[in-house]
């Protein structure tokens, strides 16, 4: 996800740039039918558990895509559901089954359900709470409140589950808070064996501020649907013991699944047009004035979909080396209908680059999803095979548009395809995205992001392995996750050599394809490929908030005659400088003379401070540490840097000119 749009980034932008000129001043402290329909099995096997191996058996074949192919993914969940879009009320009506295969050992008799749309339904939840019922700029209308509600829960034996229910606030014991519920089995699944639940629920759609929710005739419909936790076995991101991660759903939060199998047909209007993850198993047709689609997706590990009557269509098949065929689908706003070869050009540079550099993209289908003005709240996001734009409010927009098509895209391998939990380690979502997004911005379009820059917007450096809703401060999650993340990927990059980032990047995309890695895993692998310990960095810039602090703290100058040339002074300098954050290798300091001679000496990082001396025929006039600002992980700059205190007679012995010294600050000040 994209935390910010564009004239949020462009007010972030100026304002840091406004900040290091005024020098001193700190950046911003930054469908249910009635009855069960046929599509959705029928075949109640008792009892509840059913063995792994057992197919979920259907009365329709024809509306069920069974893949021939083989599985990508373990398919732990799978899912047919039915819904009905009655866009008058705002609501989705819908019914689903649900087969869970038990992943773990240990017998389990809790079933637990992510009920996302409960996130909308007062003030008083989690999400609202934490997040002040504004994200990325966009702020919940008046009245925008909305909500899901379980009208039926039953086992395949026809057992109703209603009064084996409870609401579970794991993370902060909000009673408000009615995200995640727990479901009380009649009777223990072991390890191996499936149970399949079946459930009516209903929507009432938000109006659209945070992802999900309607603006308009627009829907967009993400994390709709009561969705299974994720139960862990054994060894998964290094879990000694197995277990249900559970989270509610918070203002910062994003999401974490199993990979499965989805087969939903949605009931629209007849004029609604519908995108969706997956791929349609037939073409839409219309049954009593109203139009059935029918969408099949496998090894994915979520389904969205959103609608629209005034969706203004176009395809292209796209092929590539690593990309053996895939229909990229563009849904534009009718604002930027004319703009659909950007959108088809920086959605086919995304597929050929990452599967290029992370592993064949495995899907027949890409969705683009261009939300009006109105839904901009729903855009920026990524699902399986579906992303979205930003909405649409300029006939002309710079090249944000390129940059949030790359970056959605990105998502689809990290996060779609290598499936991090964004719960608890977000950075190995966002961060991995944000480095590839960069990368591919500089190499297709020339843009090139202004990483200093960036790296002063981490005003409070936290640690990057931290679940998303404990970061403190403002902005803290998205300047941490997004920003900081990133640029850890660029100090490794930097430390251990494009060549072998590229081949660290490259081996953990394929290696933990369709699996749940860790900040761990990640770690392995840059150890593998680089052949050396890497645990005391990522201790100190991963694990925790370290951050190095470089300051020169003071410059000594004496001056001598010199008589050995006949003549002349001699000036001799002492500077002290010191790291007041975390300790960092390798440090340049540029000292400048009065002549405009400069030398560049390396202080090894080792201990707090340490001292400079220099002796030469003109007088030091400043001291500066890292004047290339390659160190990308300090983000306080301004102290980096100081003028010697010269006296009167020095300055008009060596007439140091107001313009050369007016140079020599910019050059410090602007980068």
Known sequence: MKPHSLRYTLIFAVLAVLTLLGGGIWFLSGHSPAVWTASVPKEAKSPAIIPRQQPVQSDLSDTIYTSETEALSQRVVEYHMDVELLPDKETLVASETLTWTHPGAKPVQELYFHLYPNAFSSAGTTFM?????????????????????????????????????????????????????????????NGGESVTVRLKFEVKLPKIFARMGTAGDFVMA???????????????????EEGWNLHQYHGNSEFYSDFGIYNVSISVPPEYKVAATGFPVR?????????????????????????????VVAEKAFSAPQVPGVKIKLYLDPLHKHLQERYFQAAEAALMAFSKWYGPYPYSTLSIVVPPESGNGAGGMEYPTLITAFGATDTSPGTSLERTIIHEIGHQYFYGLVASNEFEEAWLDESFTSYAEDRLMEQEYGVVSSLPLQSSLVSSSQPLKLETWKYTGDDAYTRNVYIRGKLVLKDIERIAGTKNMDAILAAYARKYRFQ?????????????????SWQTYFERYVYSGGAPDFAVDDIRLTVRQDNSDGGG??????VDVSNKGSLYPDVPVKFTFADGYTVQQYWNGEGKATSFELAYKAPLVSAEIDPGHSILLESRHLNNFRMAELEPRTLSRWTLSASTLLETLLGTLVW
């Open 569 to 574: 002074s001699r000036y001799s300098a002492v």
């Open 222 to 240: 993400g994390q709709w649907f009561p969705k299974l936790s994720v139960y862990e076995p054994a060894g998964r991101r290094g879990l000694k």
């Open 283 to 311: 073409d839409a047709k219309v049954v009593k004035g109203r139009k059935i689609y029918q969408f099949y997706a496998d090894d994915v590990h979520d389904f969205a979909w959103a609608a629209s009557p005034d969706f």
């Open 516 to 532: 749940h890695p860790s900040t761990a895993d990640f770690q392995k692998v840059v150890e593998k490929v680089t052949k050396q």
């Open 129 to 189: 709470k934490e997040s002040g019922g504004t994200l990325r700029g966009d702020t919940m209308p008046a009245g925008g409140y909305g909500s899901i509600t379980l009208t039926d829960l039953r086992t395949s034996e026809g057992i109703s589950l209603m009064q084996r229910t409870q609401y579970v606030q794991p993370d902060d014991g909000n009673v408000n808070d009615r995200t995640l519920l727990k479901v009380h089995l009649p009777q223990p699944v």
